[in-house]
């Protein structure tokens, strides 16, 4: 079985642009996930979705991020404006039951 | 809510020395526990999944404590060898085990 994957692995983007993360959950799992990792804030959680309705959308990150879940085994997470402080890893993850399994991640640089 | 934290945020030891790791949370409704392991450029990777029954559970290299009367998780490596150098994040959820509370990691180092 594939494990979760994204695309792209990294993007550098300008402030300002407009950047869009892909995610491929594990087939058949419900559940997923879009974190963001940095070295002070650690794991944060910005959306999460159950068979594809959007359950939570992370409160603090609601103005200039959104995660999409058109069909059960692809979201993206669309960045509009991007600001240097969006640098970080973003990591996608989805689970079945209990257990999340995450992607390898997308390195975000913001210029 | 649920708080977690985790120490120490960075831990170097010998290769062939124990090295521990340890989490308190403060929901005493957790009930799934979690430890994961990112090597560096990698994405986590499960290391063990804890349920709230269980209070000692024997991994590969590895074992992981749940002290539920003081709300702690504890990794214990017995023998780290450098393969073992990578960051360790703890992770507590309760029977809602989507909404997970990860600890800020620990990075391990293991020295030759």
Redesign the interface.
Same mark, same amino acid.
């Given at each position: 079985d594939a494990g979760v994957t994204q695309t792209p692995r990294h993007e550098v983007a300008e402030k300002g642009q407009t950047i869009i993360l892909k995610c491929e959950p594990v087939s058949g799992h419900n559940d997923l996930f879009w974190y963001r990792q940095t070295k002070i804030q650690g794991l944060e959680l910005l959306s999460y979705f159950r068979s594809k309705s959007l359950m939570e959308d992370g409160g603090a990150f609601k103005d200039r991020f959104k995660a999409e879940m058109l069909n059960s085994s692809f979201s993206t997470l669309k960045i509009q404006p991007t600001e240097p402080k969006d640098s970080a890893v973003y990591l996608c993850a989805s689970s079945l039951e209990d257990t999340q399994y995450f992607g390898p991640g997308t390195r975000l640089l913001v210029l | 809510g649920e708080q977690v934290e985790q120490r120490p945020p960075h831990l170097s030891v010998r290769e062939g020395d124990s090295a521990v790791i340890t989490c308190t949370y403060t929901d005493p409704n957790s009930y *799934?526990f %979690?430890w *994961?392991k990112q090597e560096p450029g =990698? /994405? #986590?990777? #499960?290391l063990m &999944?804890v349920f709230s029954s269980t209070e000692i559970n024997e991994g590969q290299g590895f074992t992981v404590l749940l002290n539920k009367k003081d709300k702690r998780l504890s990794l214990n490596l017995t023998a780290a060898h450098p393969g073992d150098s990578a960051a360790y %994040?703890c =992770?507590v /959820?309760d029977t809602n =085990? *989507?909404k997970?509370i %990860? $600890? &800020? $990691?620990t990075h391990l180092h293991v020295l030759p």
């Amino acid at each position: 079985d594939a494990g979760v994957t994204q695309t792209p692995r990294h993007e550098v983007a300008e402030k300002g642009q407009t950047i869009i993360l892909k995610c491929e959950p594990v087939s058949g799992h419900n559940d997923l996930f879009w974190y963001r990792q940095t070295k002070i804030q650690g794991l944060e959680l910005l959306s999460y979705f159950r068979s594809k309705s959007l359950m939570e959308d992370g409160g603090a990150f609601k103005d200039r991020f959104k995660a999409e879940m058109l069909n059960s085994s692809f979201s993206t997470l669309k960045i509009q404006p991007t600001e240097p402080k969006d640098s970080a890893v973003y990591l996608c993850a989805s689970s079945l039951e209990d257990t999340q399994y995450f992607g390898p991640g997308t390195r975000l640089l913001v210029l | 809510g649920e708080q977690v934290e985790q120490r120490p945020p960075h831990l170097s030891v010998r290769e062939g020395d124990s090295a521990v790791i340890t989490c308190t949370y403060t929901d005493p409704n957790s009930y *799934y526990f %979690f430890w *994961y392991k990112q090597e560096p450029g =990698a /994405s #986590l990777q #499960l290391l063990m &999944k804890v349920f709230s029954s269980t209070e000692i559970n024997e991994g590969q290299g590895f074992t992981v404590l749940l002290n539920k009367k003081d709300k702690r998780l504890s990794l214990n490596l017995t023998a780290a060898h450098p393969g073992d150098s990578a960051a360790y %994040f703890c =992770a507590v /959820s309760d029977t809602n =085990a *989507y909404k997970v509370i %990860f $600890g &800020k $990691g620990t990075h391990l180092h293991v020295l030759p």
